[in-house]
């Protein structure tokens, strides 16, 4: 359960607010009543901020499609498809 703490009772009592956040409830910090912050455990955002390798972004996905020296595509149902790339000018 994530508990909300005022900013200052935050700042006065940060060692409570930290030892919460390492018990595995992230802490939700306040100002004038509006969420702006979350304390939580490292391992907690090392989980967060973790990215798949094949999800690294468009151009990743642009470089893994098929070149001239790679002309097959295996689709789902585990036929091979024959691509005729196109030339294109730059």
């Known amino acids: 359960m994530q508990t909300q703490w005022p900013l200052q009772d935050a700042k006065n009592k940060f060692s409570k607010?930290?030892?919460s956040a390492l018990q595995g409830a992230p802490q939700?910090?306040?100002r004038r009543g509006i969420p702006v912050v979350v304390v939580l455990a490292v391992d907690q955002y090392?989980?967060?901020?973790?990215k798949?390798?094949?999800?690294n972004g468009f151009a990743d996905?642009?470089?893994s499609m098929p070149t001239?020296?790679?002309n097959t595509v295996i689709v789902e149902n585990h036929e091979q498809l024959d691509l005729t790339l196109r030339e294109v000018e730059f």
């Open 68 to 70: 001239e020296e790679k």
């Open 17 to 19: 607010v930290v030892d």
């Open 61 to 63: 996905f642009l470089l």
């Open 52 to 55: 798949e390798p094949a999800n």
């Open 46 to 50: 090392d989980l967060l901020t973790q």
């Open 28 to 30: 939700v910090v306040t």
